[in-house]
């Protein structure tokens, strides 16, 4: 029973989820119509988060695998332990890469 019960609800869920999303969408695009803004408007500004997302998950994707990199020259080392090395270098370049992705973020808004 737990193995039928376990998709369904997990199916229900993103159903849910995508459900809320959408409604919500829809209803704030009503809303602007209403007050007489034009819902172009609402995708140029999401299409231009969405460009800095994808550059900033980008950037954060290759800060993990440069510290994957990192942590399996220091497992080869033996310098610490290794579950320590994997956690701590995925995680310091991963946020190193999110730093520099805010940094060149407020240097290009600065710019325009």
Known sequence: MENILVPIVLFGAIFGII???????????MAMIEKGADPALF???????SQYNTFKYGLLMIGIAIGIFVAGTI???DVIDK????????LFF???A????????NK???EN
Not at 19 to 29: D, G, P
Not at 83 to 90: D, M, P, Q, R, Y
Not at 98 to 105: G, H, K, Q, T
């Open 98 to 105: 999110l730093v520099i992705a805010f940094l060149l973020r």
């Open 19 to 29: 459900y809320v999303v959408v409604s919500a969408r829809h209803k704030e695009k």
């Open 83 to 90: 579950v320590a090395a994997n956690f701590s270098s995925i």
């Open 43 to 49: 995708k140029r500004q999401l299409l231009k988060f």
């Open 94 to 96: 991963g946020g190193l």
């Open 75 to 77: 497992n080869e080392f």
């Open 108 to 110: 290009l808004d600065k």
